[in-house]
């Protein structure tokens, strides 16, 4: 299999590279990255590693990239700006593709591509990481344990010491600015980010923390897919709280309302992240709650949650669903553009390999 890892000098995809160079059927990997430099550095050492520079907004170098592969990773973004056109591109070249993609909004955009992937029975998997990604697996896993499900309520919260790069900065900066959408009352509803503050109580090293709307994909994509839910919801934070607080901070001044101005101040956070940290929480967390019924109509609660650091727990779900892409094992679906909760058959498999891959999983 020889895979190509868009992003590939990403911090996040740092864990990726070595979890992909362990198996037996993985062949080359090149990474790919506007940062030659960075990747040349990952790869010096290993044979099977390739480097090549990509400039992510070029269309049909990229198609022409994806082409000489069997797979395609990506971890390039922000994916408000990059997840439709590098899908329709793995597409154009009749290649699988997975993302960690998170943004509401690039969901919405790249579902617009679901026919044609089907027609030319390409498989596009969006949303492969932690927050999206094991929040929907886990919710899956609570809607198909109820008789009659009714609502799902999705929790994040990031530890403020953990390595992130400067699109991941300017991700949060987007999720706390504007407004996204929740599925409230049987309706999507249009909200204000960093409103609608309630605190739960996650895993420790988080603890309780504030959380509030933020534009993650969950919200958007369970009610698309798993029908007969009346709410889902999706609230994130950081640890400790007065990030989010500054964050909304720059949204209320005007900083952050372009996707330049957001690039502009991720950049300059990248250089300082290191002042921000927290008591040293470098893990990032989630939390699922789901409400229903049995069969005689009694109310039923499941609450699942994970913990790790956030670029291994957002790796692992990729590279599960890659792998599985890769080696047929969803060959009996159709092409198309699928969520994990549309893709994912039977959640607590993929749990269980989450889980004995490193993943530290509350059931």
């Not at 590098?86 to 617009?112: E, F, M, N, Q, W």
């Not at 886990?138 to 530890?159: D, F, Q, T």
């Not at 909760?341 to 999983?361: A, C, N, T, Y």
Request: charged fraction near 25%; proline fraction near 5%; glycine fraction near 10%.
């Amino acid at each position: 299999m020889k895979i190509l890892l868009l992003g590939g000098g990403a911090e996040m995809a740092a864990p990726l590279i070595p979890l992909l160079l362990a198996e037996e059927d993985v062949g080359i990997i090149t990474l790919a990255d506007l940062n030659l430099e960075r990747v040349q550095s990952i790869a010096k050492d290993e044979p099977r590693l390739e480097a090549v520079s990509v400039d992510a907004s070029d269309g049909a170098e990229v198609e022409k990239m994806i082409g000489q592969h069997d797979l395609a990773i990506n971890y390039i973004g922000p994916f408000y700006h990059f997840e439709r056109d590098l899908a329709h591109a793995a597409i154009r070249a009749g290649k699988p593709y997975v993302s960690i993609c998170d943004d509401y909004d690039a969901y919405l955009d790249v579902i617009t591509l679901d026919v044609e992937a089907r027609e030319k029975g390409v498989k596009v998997l969006t949303g492969f990481g932690n927050s999206p990604g094991i929040t929907q697996i886990l919710a899956k896993k609570g809607y198909l344990s109820m008789a009659e499900p009714r609502r799902i309520n999705v929790h994040w919260c990031a530890g403020s010491d953990e390595a992130v790069g400067p699109s991941n900065l300017t991700h949060l900066l987007h999720i706390f600015n504007g407004t996204t959408l929740q599925w409230l009352d049987g309706r999507e509803v249009r909200v204000k980010t960093g409103q609608g503050k309630k605190v739960v109580e996650f895993p420790q090293p988080i603890g309780k923390n504030p959380v509030y709307y933020s534009g993650h994909a969950e919200s958007v994509s369970l009610p698309r897919n798993l029908p007969g839910l009346t709410e889902v919801t999706l609230h994130g934070g950081v640890k400790p709280p007065y990030i989010v607080a500054l964050v909304k901070l720059f949204s209320a001044l005007g900083l952050s309302n372009t996707h330049k101005r957001r690039a502009a101040l991720a950049r300059i956070f990248h250089r300082i992240e290191d002042r921000f940290a927290s008591a040293g929480i470098d893990q990032s967390v989630g939390r699922i709650d789901v409400h229903g019924f049995d069969e005689s109509g009694r109310e039923q609660h499941r609450t699942y949650s994970y913990v790790g650091h956030i670029a291994e727990i957002t790796s692992i779900p990729c590279l599960t669903a890659a792998l599985r892409l890769g080696r047929g094992q969803w060959d009996h679906l159709p092409g198309g553009v699928y969520a994990p909760e549309l893709i994912v058959e039977d959640p607590d498999e993929f749990l269980q390999e989450l889980i004995e891959r490193g993943v530290k999983i509350n059931l």
